[in-house]
């Protein structure tokens, strides 16, 4: 079975710490993703990777880097949180840039 | 800009009640399109997709979809709702060649029991 894992799934940070988010997948993909949920946003993309140590921009990429050192894990940093990147952050894989994602079950990330 | 609009964003039904979620998208070259369902406390999940050929797809657990390139729409159906379809649906789009796919808003549906 296919299968994305967020390393945690509530975190609870304060203003100007450094934050990680790590995901891993098990099914080979390429191609990797990280988004954030926001009510009545949708999901927004915020970086992506289509090979390891190969990361490109998404929509929303301020504020955030990612590292991409082995095919199946991608990290999300913050380098210094903000209590606007209070947010869900969902990682995703596919198989081919034009396929179907495959989610983990969600970072919820609070920064007070 | 390639964005995605999703109509209503609450949806409350009965059981039994016939499902139909707009989708509407900006882009004029060729499209993948997609529907995802998050169900309370589960991650997203492909629901349908659409690649190419018949417009109308079928997806898991009795939904459909259909593509009219005219409009622009990728509109989801359901001809009979059940307490267990309560979930946010998320319409995406992602045009062929391209990296990003694009969700809309999504729409909270709430089926009663």
């Known amino acids: 079975d296919v299968k994305v894992t967020q390393s945690s799934r509530y975190l609870v940070k304060r203003t100007g710490e450094k934050v990680f988010l790590e995901c891993v997948q098990d099914m080979d993909h390429e191609n990797m993703f990280w988004y954030r949920q926001d009510p009545g946003l949708g999901l927004r993309l915020i970086y992506f990777s289509y090979d390891v140590k190969m990361k490109e921009k998404g929509d929303i990429p301020e504020g955030y880097s990612v590292s991409r050192e082995k095919k199946e894990r991608f990290s999300l940093i913050l380098e210094s949180a903000s209590t606007n990147q209070t947010s869900m952050y969902l990682c995703a894989s596919s198989l081919s840039i034009n396929g179907e994602l495959f989610f983990g079950e969600g970072s919820r990330l609070t920064v007070l | 800009a390639q964005s995605v609009s999703q109509h209503n964003h609450h949806v409350i039904l009965s059981e039994a009640a016939s499902l139909e979620l707009g989708c509407n998208y900006s882009?004029?070259?060729?499209?993948?399109l997609f529907w995802y369902v998050q169900y309370p406390g589960q991650h997203l999940q492909l629901l349908l997709k659409?690649?190419?050929?018949?417009?109308l797809v079928k997806g898991i657990k009795g939904f459909e979809a259909e593509f009219i390139k005219s409009k622009f729409s990728f509109n989801l159906r359901k001809p009979s709702v059940q307490w267990s379809d309560t979930a946010e649906y998320f319409c995406?789009?992602?045009?062929?060649?391209?990296?990003?796919?694009?969700f809309g808003a999504g729409t909270r549906l709430f089926v009663k029991a």
């Open positions: 995406a789009v992602l045009n062929t060649g391209g990296f990003k796919t694009i």
């Open positions: 659409y690649f190419s050929g018949d417009p």
């Open positions: 882009y004029g070259g060729t499209v993948n």
